[in-house]
């Protein structure tokens, strides 16, 4: 089985072609490719290049150099984490990575005593002095894919429901004092594994966002869980990206639009894995309340049922991070993965919520 391939071209020039091929894909695995970025957004290959040709100069340093934008240091969650402190599923990841999100600054993130922690969420990115070249691909990188990902997430909308807003609206500020949404993006770099180490590249889980539009280098290794609960790999496809739906989307669908279970194999060599994930998500103010099956397509429900009914196997527990307000699961989310950060700023003397979960 390999995954659908949809072109990013049909999507703006024939939206009607591309809906029935995204309802298709997302109705039996929840993971397709996007092609022909190039032919809409001209820019497409030379920014790839940039912000992989920036990322590899990055992680070639010594750690010492990379721990100057530590994620340890700020409490929003941004910046530098070392290979092997992320947590999935309670073990340790073998990668390192770059965690960025929307840049706020200092005055935006003030916060009131009394405003849910998870807004501190919100807050700077880290770029790092050593590597001046990264900060501009990243930027660069973060307007492409929110470009690319907000049309995706209309006609995603339009595929599920003759009321779109109700998906749209959740990501998009609704004036120029509301809160931006929280996409988060970040580099990651899979080292060759040493001989004797066992573990994943990145353990098996679902997305928390709304979708994840990643880009990934030559080397391999994404594998996606079917709905029959196999593992199959998702190979590079030179510049196309690889989409998948997080668990936003799932709950706004009422599981019609599910989340895939996927993880990453450790690097087993010669040279490391690059990826460059982005998680358009929606604003952490926002209450998801998912669609009735009243507001979903007649003819969208009819194609789901002849798969509805079977329970989808998955290696991540049902409803992982599903909240009615997305901050709530976003941090949960991040803090799980970073308990290291989230015990220097927070603890769980200020946080009932976050923190390591019991798996
Ligand atoms: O690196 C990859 O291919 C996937 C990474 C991933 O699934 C994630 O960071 O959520
Ligand atoms: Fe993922």
Redesign the pocket.
């Known amino acids: 089985m390999s995954l659908p391939i949809l072109s990013y071209a049909t999507a703006r020039t024939d939206p009607s072609a591309f809906i029935q091929p995204l309802q298709h894909a997302l109705l039996t695995t929840g993971f397709f490719y996007l092609s022909d970025i190039d032919t809409v957004l001209p820019e497409w290959k030379s920014a790839w290049d940039d912000a992989f040709s920036a990322s590899a100069a990055f992680f070639a340093q010594p750690v010492e150099v990379k721990q100057e934008i530590g994620m340890i240091e700020s409490r929003h969650f941004r910046g530098y984490s070392a290979y092997g402190v992320e947590v999935t599923q309670g073990k340790r990841d073998l990668?390192e990575?770059i965690d960025f999100g929307p840049e706020m600054g200092d005055a935006a993130q003030a916060r009131a005593n009394d405003d849910p922690l998870e807004l501190s969420l919100y807050g700077p990115n880290q770029y790092p002095a050593s590597t001046p070249a990264l900060e501009p691909s990243i930027r660069r990188w973060r307007d492409l894919s929110d470009t690319i990902a907000r049309h995706l997430v209309s006609l995603l909308a339009q595929s599920l429901t003759p009321h779109p807003e109700r998906i749209v609206d959740i990501f998009l500020p609704s004036s120029a004092a509301d809160y931006p949404a929280y996409s988060r993006m970040?580099v990651?770099q899979?080292p060759p594994i040493k001989p004797g180490e066992e573990g994943a590249?990145?353990g098996s889980?679902k997305?928390g966002g709304g979708i994840?539009l990643?880009a990934?280098d030559q080397t391999g290794?994404?594998q996606v869980q079917t709905w029959e609960g196999e593992w199959i790999g998702?190979g590079p496809v030179p510049y196309a990206l690889?989409i998948n739906v997080g668990q936003v989307i799932e709950r706004m669908s009422s599981g019609l639009y599910a989340a895939t279970t996927?993880?990453?194999l450790a690097t087993t060599g010669p040279s490391p894995?690059l990826?460059i994930?982005f998680?358009y998500s929606p604003k952490l103010t926002s209450t998801l309340h998912p669609l009735s099956r009243t507001e979903i397509h007649p003819s969208l429900l009819a194609l789901a049922a002849q798969t509805e009914g079977k329970e989808k196997v998955s290696d991540v527990k049902k409803g992982d991070l599903h909240e009615e307000v997305f901050g709530r699961a976003a941090w949960r989310g991040i803090t799980r993965s970073h308990v290291d950060v989230w015990e220097r700023w927070y603890g769980r003397e200020r946080d009932p919520v976050g923190g390591p979960e019991r798996v």
């Open positions: 990668r990575q970040k990651v899979y590249g990145v889980h997305d994840t990643l990934q290794g994404l998702v690889v996927h993880r990453v894995r990826s994930p998680f």
